[in-house]
């Protein structure tokens, strides 16, 4: 089993929660409205009139067999890569109860 955090423009939100359904994959953690200042060309954005500041963040655990694929296709979602959109990270898990 692998954790995956994902870190998206809310935008994204009914695109990942479809690929999740298509993938099977059932059982998930939803933060809406994240304050962030994560942005690709170094510029802080806590929130102006071009940007929100706001992001979603996904935490789900996955099968480490589907964990290739499903980043392969959080890829393909993310389609602005100038702007901050989409970040995946993939984590071991080394004990659950």
Partial sequence: MKAILI???QAYYNDIIDLMD???LRGF???KNVITNINHIGKFNYGDSV???RI???YTVVEKRKVDRFVDRLCQIDNRP???SLQTYV???EKMI
């Fill in 22 to 24: 298509q993938m099977l």
């Fill in 7 to 9: 870190l998206f423009n």
């Fill in 91 to 93: 984590l071991d898990i």
């Fill in 56 to 58: 979603g963040v996904i």
């Fill in 51 to 53: 940007g929100s500041g």
């Fill in 82 to 84: 100038e702007q901050f």
């Fill in 29 to 31: 953690t939803y933060w």
